[in-house]
């Protein structure tokens, strides 16, 4: 297949361009620095616009661009980038596809749990009504509608719901793994939340399994099938790296701290992955011990 990525040179998109490397498939990825594409990208090749590729047609496009979403406090000119990043560039893209003789046969666009918003206990599926009460909720929202207006001209349209990944290098668990490794970890608030997850492999072959399966259309929540509390996340981490977990982050201090991004931490969703599993998927790292464990203690380490 020929296959069109945006945000190939984050961490779910290198292990994208990896995996289907592997499988032979042929790769460009629309990239503010496409000279850095080669050595990040595993077979890809790098465009800097979207008018490069005049005469290739595409079978797919995956797209999963979008500014770190927890790396700074959401001020007024942090939300216009986070919204011109997914929103405005989803929009682009999609009248780009819309242009091209022969439009890509899917589209594979990026979104997140945040979708749902903070609720609470409540059992979440793919079915669930939107959040939309707080920003992170509605820039999905919005990343979402943008990304569904490719079904007008006959494009197969797969939402990829994701959660935090868990990964060796780069994500969550990197920035989790220094505090921890010292034993200075803990809950954060009271640890009550809801934390969805999923392991990088599950991630990448979700992802695949919706490239390849023709019946896969709509939302699909990209977590594992084993809902944990905040503060079981925090102690199983502890536990995997043998240290304690006593220094929990107080609520208050975090939305002092974050603001209305403290929602990221605070909040959380009770989440089903109810179409993934209906669509045939077969999670490799269901539970977080096995997954933390084969991260943390891969064999032959």
């Not at 020929?2 to 990896?18: E, F, S, V, W």
């Not at 903070?118 to 009504?129: M, Q, V």
């Not at 259309?217 to 503060?231: D, I």
């Not at 959380?268 to 991260?295: E, I």
Request: aromatic share 6%; net charge positive.
């Amino acid at each position: 297949m020929r296959i069109l990525l945006t945000g190939g040179t984050g961490l779910i998109g290198q292990a994208l361009c990896q995996h289907w490397q592997r499988q032979g498939h042929e790769l460009w990825v629309w990239s503010r620095e496409p000279h850095k594409v080669a050595a990040l990208c595993s077979g890809a090749r790098g465009i800097a616009h979207l008018h490069e590729l005049e005469g290739t047609s595409l079978d797919a496009v995956v797209n999963l661009a979008g500014a770190p979403i927890a790396d700074r406090p959401w001020t007024a000119s942090r939300r216009q980038v986070l919204w011109r990043s997914r929103v405005d560039l989803t929009r682009t893209l999609v009248d780009w596809m819309a242009q091209q003789p022969q439009p890509p046969r899917v589209l594979l666009s990026g979104s997140a749990v945040g979708w749902y918003g903070d609720r609470g206990d409540a059992w979440l599926d793919e079915s669930s009504p939107a959040g939309a009460t707080d920003f992170g909720s509605q820039l999905c929202i919005a990343w979402e509608q943008e990304a569904e207006h490719a079904r007008r001209f006959g494009v197969r349209v797969a939402l990829v719901r994701t959660a935090p990944v868990l990964a060796p290098r780069g994500g969550m668990l990197a920035r989790l793994l220094p505090p921890f490794k010292l034993g200075l970890g803990g809950r954060l608030g009271d640890g009550q939340q809801w934390m969805p997850w999923i392991h990088l492999d599950d991630q990448v072959r979700l992802m695949d399994h919706l490239l390849h399966h023709a019946d896969c259309s709509g939302p699909f929540n990209a977590c594992a099938p084993e809902a944990v509390r905040n503060a079981t996340f925090t102690q199983t981490l502890a536990t995997a790296l043998h240290r304690p977990a006593w220094l929990p982050a107080p609520a208050w201090a975090l939305r002092i701290a974050l603001g209305e991004m403290s929602v990221l931490l605070l909040g959380g969703q009770r989440l089903r992955p109810q179409r993934a599993q209906a669509a045939g998927f077969a999670w490799q790292h269901p539970t977080l011990a096995g997954a933390l464990d084969q991260l943390l203690h891969p064999p032959g380490a």
